[in-house]
Antibody
Framework: EVQLVESGGGLVQPGGSLRLSCAAS????????MTWVRQAPGKGLEWVSRISATDGSTHYADSVKGRFIISRDNSRNTLYLQMNSLRAEDTAMYYC????????????WGQGTLVTVSS | QSVLTQPPSVSGAPGQRVTISCTGS?????????VHWYQQLPGAAPKLLIYGNNNRPSGVPDRFSGSKSGTSASLAITGLQAEDEADYYC????????????FGTGTKVSVL
């Protein structure tokens, strides 16, 4: 069964840092691009970042560019999101998802990990 | 920031047909990029419902169908059932510089 399990969320103060992890299983992790998508409480979905399967190239939404870093460890089948200089508006459920084709769709999604930025 | 526009809510009685529109622009749907749809049940993660405009993953009932034309797409649910009550989001690729992937604003489907 293809599965993604996020971890690492929690409460952090504004300006702080947090690293999220996403453990993948049931598929050849190194063959797929991966993404992070977030959802603020009561709001819609927002794409955050993407990392390619092959050359490790990365892309970010303008809202997190320069503050977040996406990475992957193919030997551990794990995706990461390093979140720095956190702001209240980064408070959200963070989902990792497998990307099917470069301009394609997300499937499956993990269950999400909640990040709360508050003093 | 959502770039694709959906109606906030739609509703219907059990057995009825409802449709959800998704309106984009020349940098996403209008540029020829495919539209995909997700269902998010209360308290759960999103789940792929339709991919490539009109394809259903294994396990998704054929009551769900998608279409695309010009800068818009739509999701139809026929034979509405109580378990279809959820939030639905469209998604596409975007060639602008601000975001590679864009989502719709989301539509809450209520079964009366």
């Amino acid at each position: 069964e293809v599965q993604l399990v996020e971890s690492g969320g929690g409460l952090v103060q504004p300006g702080g840092s947090l690293r999220l992890s996403c453990a993948a299983s049931g598929f050849t992790f190194s063959s797929y691009a991966m993404t992070w998508v977030r959802q603020a409480p009561g709001k819609g979905l927002e794409w955050v970042s993407r990392i390619s399967a092959t050359d490790g190239s990365t892309h970010y939404a303008d809202s997190v560019k320069g503050r977040f870093i996406i990475s992957r460890d193919n030997s551990r089948n794990t995706l990461y999101l390093q979140m720095n200089s956190l702001r209240a508006e980064d408070t959200a459920m963070y989902y990792c998802a497998r990307l099917i084709l470069g301009s394609g769709w997300f499937d499956p999604w993990g269950q999400g990990t909640l990040v709360t930025v508050s003093s | 920031q959502s770039v694709l526009t959906q109606p906030p809510s739609v509703s219907g009685a059990p057995g009825q047909r409802v449709t959800i529109s998704c309106t984009g622009s020349s940098s996403n749907i209008g540029a020829g990029y495919d539209v995909h749809w997700y269902q998010q049940l209360p308290g759960a993660a999103p789940k792929l419902l339709i991919y490539g405009n009109n394809n259903r993953p294994s396990g998704v009932p054929d009551r769900f169908s998608g279409s695309k034309s010009g800068t818009s797409a739509s999701l139809a649910i026929t034979g509405l059932q109580a378990e279809d009550e959820a939030d639905y989001y469209c998604q596409s690729y975007d060639s602008s510089l601000s975001a590679l992937y864009v989502f719709g604003t989301g539509t809450k489907v209520s079964v009366l």
